[in-house]
């Protein structure tokens, strides 16, 4: 094998999004109602839980919401008007020169409730529009079959995936979506950040916390459906669109041990297991023997059927994807193993400097992350998130001078160009948010991560005119030198 040094040939440079955080029109073209509808504002330095999801549904009974429109706000429900602005917005993706466009399908557009047997027509022409305009300037679409959201039906009737129910309803809908765009999308992703169902259950699984005994043993249940779920759509696409790649998806955090204490040290081991749960299963096609120990001394019970084992062995991924951004550390504490499945850690890192929303910055990280990853899967990896989410100034010439977006960028893609030379295998990189869009966390618009500076705000007034910010024109150069004009 050659020694590479820079961005292989046909790298995927590009950008992420997904349909809760940037369609909007909740209600139009026959969509059903999602989960993430659902999901209040919530500003996290004027209240104190940014979880907002589980304070939505669980705590209030939804019609609550319905007649209280202006005591609670729903921006996913407006997001940035992508459903009425996809052409322009993918115009200007062109212009940066992207090669891939990752964005996911609703499900509550094709399945309103998630339980017809015909798929709504006019949610499928919606996609379909998309995936031409996307053809029209050689942009591949990288979709997501499930991000953050599902039809909140099933939410109401089962509990979301809690119950194993949800399987062939969602069998019915991924084989649905790959039929009809097997002609326009090679590559896919299953679910978004499995992982993250230990951090909130609402937004990965639909499942209302406060309607299950124990949290943890309900998310390892709703995971393991969610992975024969994925398992079945991998063995669906696999058989309908043969050239297609499908992969699994995690948010990765690189976890440090705080001091080269021993037992800190093995903490850290066991963060990273919890990290690495998932693609473990998706790529090896079983669970590995460490959950197991963990499920057996937590007394946690996986209800599985027969065939179950098999079908994940059917199912396994082409690629690893996953998000990144941020390190976290971890040290000898009792409460450590619960503590790794958190976005929030409680551990500072004194070496790493901080987002305006408390995000350790570590680009470093990545380059470990990716390193440990491929040395332990041996599979293409695709680095399918990442980005800064910060407070944008719009000039009164109309312009937004970003370099803490830029520069943050590009050291990240510094530390991937290096892991590339350590002999990573990466299909490419698609960066969250490229257009500013509604933060998962806490429905905010002021939470921008794009280069594509959009005018709206929190509560959703504003021209909805995109302009490219500073980091526009810098992202076109990058990807226009394949990644040498940092
Ligand atoms: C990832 C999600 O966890 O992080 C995205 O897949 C999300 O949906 C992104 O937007 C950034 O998080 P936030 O809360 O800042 O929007």
Redesign the pocket.
Same mark, same amino acid.
Not at 439 to 442: A, D, E, Q
């Given at each position: 094998k050659r020694f590479k040094k820079e961005f292989p040939e046909g790298f995927l440079w590009g950008g992420a999004t997904?349909a809760n955080?940037i369609e909007g029109a909740f209600n139009l073209g026959g969509k059903g109602l999602s989960t993430s509808d659902m999901a209040a504002y919530k500003d996290p330095y004027a209240g104190k839980s940014v979880n907002n999801f589980t304070f939505n549904v669980s705590s209030i009974e939804l019609e609550e919401y319905f007649n209280n429109p202006e005591k609670y706000l729903f921006p996913k429900r407006w997001g940035i008007d992508f459903y009425h602005h996809y052409k322009e917005d993918i115009a200007m993706f062109a212009e940066m020169g992207f090669k891939v466009f990752r964005l996911s399908i609703s499900w509550a557009r094709i399945f309103p409730t998630g339980l017809e047997e015909e798929a709504n027509e006019e949610g499928l022409e919606f996609y379909d529009k998309v995936f031409d305009e996307c053809k029209k300037y050689g942009i591949e679409p990288l979709v997501t079959m499930s991000?953050?959201e599902m039809p909140i039906t099933l939410t109401q009737k089962y509990n979301g995936w809690i119950s194993r129910e949800l399987i062939t309803l969602f069998d019915k809908y991924a084989r649905t979506i790959l039929e009809r765009y097997k002609n326009k999308v090679k590559y896919w992703i299953t679910f /978004?950040?499995m992982n993250?169902n230990l951090n909130s259950l609402y937004t990965g699984a639909g499942v209302l916390e406060d309607k299950v005994e124990n949290v943890e043993q309900a998310a390892y249940q709703a995971s393991h459906h969610q992975f024969l779920a994925s398992a079945l759509a991998v063995k669906a696409c696999h058989e309908i669109i043969p050239q297609a790649k499908i992969g699994c998806m995690i /948010?990765r955090i690189e976890s440090y041990g705080k001091t080269c204490k021993p037992k800190d040290q093995l903490q850290a081991l066991k963060a990273d297991q919890i990290n690495t749960f998932y693609p473990d299963v998706q790529v090896r096609g079983e669970y590995p023997n460490y959950m197991m120990r963990y499920f057996e001394e937590n007394n946690i019970k996986i209800i599985t059927k027969d065939g179950d084992n098999e079908l994940l062995k059917e199912g396994k991924v082409d690629f690893v994807a996953f998000?990144y951004?941020m390190s976290h550390v971890t040290e000898d504490r009792p409460d450590a193993y619960k503590l790794a499945g958190q976005l929030d850690s409680p551990i500072k890192n004194p070496y790493l400097e901080l987002t305006q929303?408390d995000w350790p910055i570590d680009p470093i990280g990545l380059r470990i992350s990716l390193n440990k990853m491929y040395d332990r899967y041996g599979i293409p990896l695709f680095l399918v998130?990442n980005g800064l989410?910060a407070k944008d100034k719009l000039t009164e010439d109309r312009k937004i001078h970003d370099d803490y977006r830029i520069d943050y960028t590009r050291k990240h893609i510094i530390e991937m160009k290096e892991a590339i030379k350590d002999g990573v295998e990466l299909m490419g990189y698609t960066t969250?948010?490229c257009i500013d869009?509604i933060?998962?966390?806490?429905s905010q618009m002021s939470?921008r991560?794009g280069f594509i500076y959009v005018d709206q705000d929190d509560k959703g007034n504003g021209t909805l005119n995109r302009i490219p910010k500073d980091s526009f024109f810098w992202y076109k150069k990058v990807i226009s030198s394949n990644g040498e004009d940092l």
């Open positions: 997904s955080q991000h953050y /978004n950040e993250m /948010n998000s951004y929303w998130e989410g969250w948010g869009l933060s998962c966390g806490t939470k991560y």
